[in-house]
């Protein structure tokens, strides 16, 4: 349950053009006052995106607001977190190598004290450049944009501002399973083939990821939890293969745990009989 009275939310916007072009202050701008602190971007974890889905991480800030302003007046100022890579200025004036909010509410904490939640917005698509590239898999800064309105509705001031805090963005990968022979004689080897593929934001494909190590791992029929039997290496074409002994009924899975520029991938699990 959430604690004060909402104060200020902030509409979807689609594009990090948009909605630069909507919010980002001028680039020589006065200091508003306002303090935004104790930014959480995804939780602390990274980002993965991968071709087409769109991805709403979620986000949290405190706001401050400076003498003559309040909490009960919301229209009068606005401040938010954003991701950018390169010139601050660059990326929130053209929208390249920006990623904006899709949306946040703020919560009154008291007059000048203010919980805000939301989530930013990353939109894969071609039409979009928020992941045109794959060197877009790297660590993203944060800055944040503050602005101060006139009572008239007229831009007093506003300013961007950069953090210490940062975000990874990682490219989503999948993985493939598939046991045989399907049941199988008690003792009898199991072949377990699957395949490795990741994102490739240049392309909006996924790619075979060649050179991986991967887990193989299994769950006895009724039991809670896998355990790792065996590993191997991706092949040129990201395929996997290992042989194991049919002992008892259960499920095969590969798992890859991912790298800096890469999110974890789980294959769906693959039941064998043993009789």
Same mark, same amino acid.
């Not at 003498?67 to 601050?88: C, H, I, N, V």
């Not at 598939?178 to 996924?206: C, D, H, L, M, Q």
């Not at 991967?214 to 355990?227: D, I, Y």
């Given at each position: 349950?959430?604690?004060?009275?909402?104060?200020?939310?902030?509409?979807?916007?689609?594009?990090?053009?948009?909605?630069?072009?909507?919010?980002?202050?001028?680039?020589?701008?006065?200091? $508003?006052?306002?303090?935004?602190?104790?930014?959480?971007?995804?939780?602390?974890?990274?980002?993965?995106?991968?071709?087409?889905?769109?991805?709403?991480?979620?986000?949290?800030?405190?706001?401050?607001?400076?003498?003559?302003?309040?909490?009960?007046?919301?229209?009068?100022?606005?401040?938010?977190?954003?991701?950018?890579?390169?010139?601050?200025?660059?990326?929130?004036?053209?929208?390249? *190598?920006?990623?904006?909010?899709?949306?946040?509410?703020?919560?009154?904490?008291?007059?000048?004290?203010?919980?805000?939640?939301? *989530?930013?917005?990353?939109?894969?698509?071609?039409?979009?450049?928020?992941?045109?590239? *794959?060197?877009?898999?790297?660590?993203?800064?944060?800055?944040?944009?503050?602005?101060?309105?006139?009572?008239?509705?007229?831009?007093?001031?506003?300013?961007?501002?950069?953090?210490? $805090?940062?975000?990874?963005?990682?490219?989503?990968?999948?993985?493939? $399973?598939?046991?045989?022979?399907?049941?199988?004689?008690?003792?009898?080897?199991? $072949?377990?083939?699957?395949?490795?593929?990741?994102?490739?934001?240049?392309?909006?494909?996924?790619?075979? #990821?060649?050179?991986?190590?991967?887990?193989?791992?299994?769950?006895?029929?009724?039991?809670?939890?896998?355990?790792?039997?065996?590993?191997?290496?991706?092949?040129?074409?990201?395929?996997?293969?290992?042989?194991?002994?049919?002992?008892?009924?259960?499920?095969?899975?590969?798992?890859?745990?991912?790298?800096?520029?890469?999110?974890?991938?789980?294959?769906?699990?693959? #039941?064998?009989?043993?009789?």
């Amino acid at each position: 349950m959430k604690t004060g009275r909402r104060t200020v939310a902030v509409a979807t916007f689609v594009g990090a053009l948009g909605l630069s072009v909507l919010h980002a202050p001028a680039a020589q701008a006065a200091d $508003t006052g306002i303090t935004v602190s104790s930014i959480v971007i995804n939780k602390g974890k990274p980002i993965v995106v991968g071709t087409s889905k769109e991805v709403e991480p979620p986000i949290s800030f405190n706001i401050a607001l400076p003498s003559g302003y309040s909490t009960a007046d919301a229209s009068r100022y606005d401040a938010f977190p954003f991701l950018y890579r390169g010139s601050m200025t660059t990326a929130a004036d053209t929208g390249e *190598n920006f990623i904006g909010p899709g949306g946040y509410t703020c919560y009154e904490i008291d007059s000048k004290h203010a919980r805000c939640e939301g *989530n930013l917005y990353i939109d894969p698509h071609p039409s979009q450049e928020h992941v045109d590239s *794959n060197s877009d898999a790297t660590t993203w800064k944060v800055g944040v944009s503050l602005r101060l309105w006139k009572a008239d509705g007229g831009l007093k001031t506003g300013e961007r501002e950069t953090r210490s $805090t940062t975000a990874q963005l990682k490219r989503a990968a999948k993985a493939t $399973t598939n046991a045989s022979p399907e049941p199988v004689t008690k003792g009898k080897p199991i $072949t377990v083939t699957g395949k490795v593929t990741r994102a490739n934001w240049s392309t909006k494909k996924y790619d075979a #990821y060649s050179g991986r190590t991967v887990s193989l791992q299994f769950r006895a029929k009724g039991a809670e939890t896998f355990q790792t039997v065996k590993k191997a290496t991706t092949s040129s074409t990201g395929g996997l293969k290992a042989t194991v002994t049919a002992s008892v009924d259960g499920y095969y899975r590969w798992v890859y745990y991912g790298n800096s520029t890469t999110g974890v991938a789980t294959s769906a699990a693959d #039941y064998v009989d043993v009789r």
